[in-house]
């Protein structure tokens, strides 16, 4: 006879599969680029058909495709008005013939997204003299355009959604908006945008494959670290199917002038880049790239394409990685689990076949020496374990119990753990 915790069991599994967004997508965090930031400054909402193909062959010719980059998406800069029948455009200054573009990026064996927004009109003009129309009162029409388009990704924003005086409930748009999708028949991934301000990790499951934990990531180290604190505790929200996204990565600077070779404009340094993208994929983050592809820098390829730190965002568990506990910098009693007032940070995230990805944080201004004891791991308790160095890619000499690192000021040191059975 089954036990009423076995029974209990089933039926928290049994409603966590009803409620889910039930598209098969995002068992993994998805991957790929924006336009946010390419033509020269962040948030300008500027895009074009040339961009776009350009983009879509570089992601093939820099390795990110063979990487798993997938995703080719349009931010806020896209759309222009709705036709006599309400059906949404492009701008056809922008994108000539915008199904074009789309079978360009798919013949590149790459995946085509879209901006869209809740409300009446989407949160920027794009620099265009009108407002761009969001999606209220068109989500089932405009799912069933994006399909016909053979979109792939759709994001929906939270801008503009005062109606009648009254404020849209998140729950209701988001959860319209998935069904339309949904009844397309098309597999769309769907991502929501509200920023976290109304807790999307803890009921967006049902509609979304991921949901914005927080608020939007700029290229300076105060929002990057801002955003890695903001989501301590949110690790168990993660799953295959729904993921936190922290927001666009900015790794190598704003969209800067590509055809100066060699050339960007970063708004943190290299040491804080590296920091971004092993926090990115300890976090279980989507990693979608916002800057620009087409010139690639040394740190741009030293983290985007590295493999060993793709394999621990992408590992099929899905499990999100988390703070588990704090070294104290300079401190004669420095391991203290999950204090939260430590400038030197210990993470972890459960992999497959019992093994740990764990990262070694500096949030402080100066170097410091920290250490990550294995005890913090669970099943660990006295056990050794070979290590590897994943952002070097070397294994460590001997078996241990801990591990020891100098940490650069505003830098990160991540490493795989094995478990010696």
């Given at each position: 006879m089954m036990t009423w915790h076995a029974l209990l069991g089933l039926v928290l599994v049994l409603v966590h599969h009803a409620s889910a967004v039930n598209n098969g997508l995002g068992l993994t965090p998805p991957m790929g680029w924006n336009t946010w930031c390419t033509q020269g400054h962040c948030g300008l909402d500027v895009c074009n058909d040339e961009e776009v193909r350009a983009v879509a062959d570089a992601m093939v010719d820099n390795g990110m495709k063979a990487a798993g980059y997938q995703y080719i998406n349009m931010d806020d800069c896209w759309a222009d008005k709705r036709d006599s029948n309400g059906a949404i455009m492009a701008d056809p200054a922008r994108f000539p013939n915008f199904t074009d573009t789309i079978r360009y990026v798919n013949s590149k064996g790459l995946k085509f997204g879209l901006y869209t927004d809740s409300g009446i009109y989407t949160c920027s003009t794009g620099t265009r003299p009108h407002k761009i129309p969001g999606s209220y009162g068109h989500y089932e029409q405009d799912a069933n355009t994006y399909a016909s388009w053979?979109?792939?990704?759709?994001?929906?924003?939270?801008?503009?959604?005062?109606?009648?005086?009254?404020?849209?409930?998140?729950?209701?748009?988001?959860?319209?908006?998935?069904?339309?999708?949904?009844?397309?028949?098309?597999?769309?991934?769907?991502?929501?945008?509200?920023?976290?301000?109304?807790?999307?990790?803890?009921?967006?499951?049902?509609?979304?494959?991921?949901?914005?934990?927080?608020?939007?990531?700029?290229?300076?180290?105060?929002?990057?670290?801002?955003?890695?604190?903001?989501?301590?505790?949110?690790?168990?929200?993660?799953?295959?199917?729904?993921?936190?996204?922290?927001?666009?990565?900015?790794?190598?600077?704003?969209?800067?002038?590509?055809?100066?070779?060699?050339?960007?404009?970063?708004?943190?340094?290299?040491?804080?880049?590296?920091?971004?993208?092993?926090?990115?994929?300890?976090?279980?983050?989507?990693?979608?790239?916002?800057?620009?592809?087409?010139?690639?820098?040394?740190?741009?390829?030293?983290?985007?394409?590295?493999?060993?730190?793709?394999?621990?965002n992408q590992d099929k568990l899905g499990k999100g990685g988390d703070k588990v506990g704090d070294w104290h910098c300079g401190s004669p009693d420095r391991l203290h689990a999950r204090s939260s007032d430590s400038k030197c940070q210990l993470w972890a995230k459960e992999l497959s076949n019992g093994t740990f990805a764990i990262a070694l944080y500096n949030t402080d201004d100066h170097a410091h020496g920290i250490t990550f004891n294995f005890n913090l791991l669970p099943g660990m308790g006295g056990k050794v374990a070979h290590v590897r160095d994943l952002y070097n890619h070397k294994d460590m000499d001997k078996t241990m119990s801990s591990v020891t690192a100098q940490v650069e000021a505003h830098g990160a040191e991540v490493y795989k753990v094995i478990p010696v059975v």
């Open positions: 053979n979109v792939e990704y759709v994001k929906m924003d939270w801008c503009n959604t005062k109606v009648n005086g009254s404020e849209l409930d998140p729950h209701k748009q988001y959860s319209q908006m998935s069904a339309a999708l949904n009844a397309t028949g098309k597999p769309i991934f769907f991502n929501s945008c509200e920023w976290g301000v109304d807790n999307p990790w803890e009921w967006m499951h049902s509609y979304a494959n991921s949901w914005r934990s927080g608020p939007d990531h700029h290229d300076d180290w105060g929002s990057t670290s801002k955003i890695i604190e903001h989501n301590i505790g949110l690790g168990k929200y993660a799953a295959p199917g729904g993921w936190n996204d922290l927001d666009f990565l900015m790794t190598g600077g704003q969209g800067c002038d590509f055809t100066k070779p060699g050339k960007h404009c970063p708004g943190m340094t290299d040491t804080e880049y590296k920091t971004e993208f092993i926090m990115w994929c300890i976090m279980a983050s989507p990693l979608l790239v916002a800057t620009d592809i087409r010139n690639m820098t040394d740190i741009m390829k030293s983290t985007l394409l590295n493999t060993e730190l793709i394999a621990v």
